[in-house]
C-alpha cells in the first residue's frame, strides 16, 4: 500500500504545494508536509474534474503561457557598463506551444530602446533557418507553416540605441491532432452539470480536454477535466463536468476558456499530440443552478490512504 501511495505522492506534492505559500524550504521537512497535507485536504473535497479555480491559480489559467527570462546585452565590454548601465532584453511570445495555422507573435521587452529586429527560427535538430523576418520595431509576427519541426529555436538579433546583441529562446510546433468545434446545451445529472464538447479526432486514441470555467465577468470558477478515446474522422461528444460545489457563491452566466485538448500516448517514447479549439471563449447556455443537487462529494479512498500518509510524514 506505501508503494501504491508514493506513486501518487509526487502529483499531489507538486499540486498542492504551489497554492500553499507557507511551504517553504527554510521550514523543518515535516513543517512543509504539514503544509502540502493541509492543502490536499482540502482539494480531495472536489471531485478531480471539477477543481476550484482562484485568480491565485496563474498557472493553470494560462497553460500554454510562454516565460520570458530577461539577459544582460550590449556588454561587450566593461567600459559599456559604466557609460550605459545595466541593460537586459527578452523575447516575448503569445504562446509556448503553437498548431498550424497559428501565428507566432513576437516582441522585444527591453530596458533601453530597440530600433529593429532580425528573427530568425531554426530547427533544434538540424541548426536549419525555416524562417526568418526583419523590421523596424520591437514587434514581428510570424506565420506558422505545416512542415515545421517540434522544437524550434527563436534566435533574435536586435539593434538598440546603444548598440547590438542576439539573444535566443525556444518554442514548440505541432499539427493538431484534433479539433474542438463547438458545445453543446449543458445538462443536469444529480449534483454536476454536463456540457457536451464536440470534437473532430483526426487520429484515434485517447483524448484529454481541460478547461477553465468562468463567469462572464472574467472571475475564474473551475478546471474542468475530462478523457475519452475517440475514434478518427467523425465528430464526437466528450463531456465537461461542473460539480455545483464550485459554483456555489458564483453567479452565471458562465464561459469556457483556455480550452486545451491533448491526445494521450500509449508508450512512453510517443510524444503527446495536441488539438486546437475553433474558438478563445465558449459561452454556455443558462442554466437553473438549483436543477443540481446537493450532493457533496465523497473523496476516494485513494484520496484518502494518501492524505494518511501525508499527515503521517508532517509528524
Known amino acids: 500500500m506505501r508503494k501504491i501511495i ?25 513543517a512543509q508536509f ?6 490536499y485536504n482540502k482539494t480531495i473535497h ?3 474534474y471539477s477543481k476550484p479555480l482562484s485568480a491565485n491559480d496563474t498557472g ?14 550590449v556588454y561587450h565590454s566593461r567600459w559599456q557598463w559604466l557609460i550605459y548601465g545595466y541593460k537586459e532584453a527578452a523575447i516575448q511570445l503569445n504562446k509556448h506551444h503553437f498548431s498550424y495555422p497559428d501565428q507566432v507573435e513576437l516582441n522585444i521587452d527591453a530596458n533601453t530602446k530597440v530600433e529593429s529586429i532580425d528573427v530568425e527560427l531554426i530547427n533544434q535538430e538540424t541548426r ?22 517540434d522544437e524550434i529555436l527563436v534566435k533574435a538579433r536586435i539593434q538598440f540605441d546603444i548598440g547590438e ?13 484534433a479539433q474542438i468545434n463547438r458545445i453543446e446545451l449543458p445538462t443536469a445529472k444529480g449534483a454536476d452539470l454536463y456540457i457536451p464538447v464536440n470534437i473532430e479526432a483526426l487520429q484515434a486514441g485517447l483524448y484529454r480536454v481541460q478547461a477553465n470555467l468562468f463567469t462572464q465577468n472574467g472571475d475564474p470558477v473551475a478546471l474542468l477535466t475530462s478523457s475519452k478515446r475517440l475514434s478518427e474522422g467523425n465528430s464526437s461528444l466528450l463531456e465537461l463536468k461542473v460539480h455545483k460545489s464550485v459554483l456555489l457563491g458564483t453567479k452565471g452566466p458562465y464561459q469556457l476558456q483556455n480550452v486545451q485538448i491533448e491526445r494521450m500516448t500509449d508508450t512512453p517514447f510517443e ?4 488539438g486546437r479549439s475553433t474558438q478563445e471563449t465558449f459561452p454556455i447556455a443558462d442554466f437553473d443552478l438549483n436543477e443540481l443537487t446537493d450532493d457533496a462529494y465523497t ?3 485513494e484520496e484518502l490512504d494518501r492524505l494518511k500518509f501525508l499527515n503521517s510524514l508532517s509528524k
Open 6 to 30: 508514493l506513486l501518487g505522492l509526487a502529483f499531489t506534492c507538486s499540486t498542492v504545494a504551489a497554492s500553499t505559500s507557507e511551504a517553504t524550504s527554510d521550514k523543518p521537512l515535516s
Open 34 to 39: 504539514g503544509n502540502v497535507a493541509s492543502g
Open 46 to 48: 472536489y471531485p478531480s
Open 60 to 73: 493553470l489559467l494560462n497553460p500554454n503561457t510562454h516565460h520570458t527570462t530577461h539577459l544582460p546585452v
Open 128 to 149: 536549419e533557418v525555416i524562417a526568418q523576418i526583419t523590421n523596424q520595431g520591437s514587434e514581428a509576427t510570424i506565420p506558422t507553416e505545416a512542415h515545421w519541426p
Open 165 to 177: 546583441d542576439a539573444i535566443t529562446t525556444s518554442m514548440a510546433f505541432g499539427l493538431p491532432v
Open 271 to 274: 510524444k503527446q499530440r495536441r
Open 299 to 301: 473523496p476516494t479512498q
